[in-house]
């Protein structure tokens, strides 16, 4: 029994086609078109700068395809009607609350400005969220990853992370919430650090660090983070953290054999050369690695 059209539609929809169906809905003269429509919806998504006027472009982009390819009108509105609650349902969310959303993904960084003009500089593989509707009122944003902030002057500024709040009134400082590690750095001003019970005031040069539980300040002679002068540095750290960055700045897989990643890390590395970065973290701990094909890597000891 042949099925029409529509349940066609309606079938592959729900994922439910047979191999003879699969054909048949293959041979449709539109198949290609919702099949695009679908995959657009599907991507419709919070990436580096989430703002609702992202559904516009979606919306004026769907118009553009519909005026070369005409069809039924109960098919379009089935198309629509499995992705378009969700969708609904994510534009209220932030007509509603006002949130904007940047973010990096694997090797990349970005700069932006908050709604006061205050500067952010976004390392890899991080998130930046905030509230546009209440920001006159409270300056805060919540981070996940890792962020060089340059505060203009007012009201108080929080920066939230899952580990601890620092707060300040104006002022440059990096903030690095990673796994167990959380490393603030303060460049000028003063800055609050809640953390772990812990309530600490940084002035310009100091540092506060907590890692896997244990707390430590200390004291650095840079202007700004090295990250954003694209190299890593790291004083006394997991060897597993290293690895961590390494893969995050360079969209690679490092695997470990035969190495303690618990061992205690001091030095760097560049992030615009893999062959230096990798000489530069495993000459120091007395070990060889090997690059793969496939954008993996394998980091043992020398005598492997």
């Not at 962020?147 to 990096?174: H, P, R």
């Amino acid at each position: 029994m042949a099925v029409d059209k529509d349940q066609l539609i309606e079938k592959w929809l729900r994922d439910d086609l047979s191999e003879s169906e699969k054909l048949a809905f293959s041979q449709l003269e539109d198949a290609d078109f919702n099949e695009k429509i679908v995959e657009a919806a599907k991507a419709f998504r919070a990436s580096n700068q989430s703002k609702t006027e992202s559904f516009q472009s979606f919306k004026d982009a769907y118009a553009v395809k519909s005026n070369k390819k005409t069809f039924r009108l109960n098919t379009f509105l089935k198309i629509a009607g499995v992705f378009v609650v969700g969708i609904g349902l994510y534009l209220l969310t932030l007509i509603s609350n006002g949130d904007t959303t940047f973010e990096t993904s694997i090797a990349e960084k970005l700069n932006f400005k908050l709604p006061d003009n205050s500067e952010v500089a976004l390392n890899a593989q991080s998130q930046v969220t905030f509230n546009e509707n209440t920001w006159n009122d409270k300056r805060l944003v919540n981070l996940i990853g890792e962020a060089y902030f340059k505060v203009e002057k007012g009201a108080t500024f929080d920066v939230l992370t899952e580990s601890g709040t620092v707060t300040v009134v104006g002022t440059e400082f990096n903030v690095k919430q990673r796994n167990k590690m959380f490393l603030v750095e303060c460049f000028e001003g003063k800055v609050r650090v809640l953390a772990s019970g812990e309530d600490e005031l940084l002035e310009a040069g100091d540092s506060f660090r907590l890692i896997n539980g244990e707390i430590s300040k200390d004291t650095t002679v840079n202007t700004q983070p090295d990250w954003t002068t694209n190299k890593s540095n790291f004083e006394r750290i997991p060897f597993s953290e290293v690895i961590d960055e390494l893969e995050r700045q360079y969209e690679i897989e490092i695997r470990l054999q035969d190495v303690e990643n618990s061992r205690l890390f001091t030095g760097g590395f560049p992030h615009e050369n893999i062959e230096s970065a990798l000489i530069a973290i495993t000459k120091p701990m007395n070990l060889t690695y090997k690059i793969l094909e496939t954008n993996q890597v394998v980091i043992h000891g020398q005598d492997q």
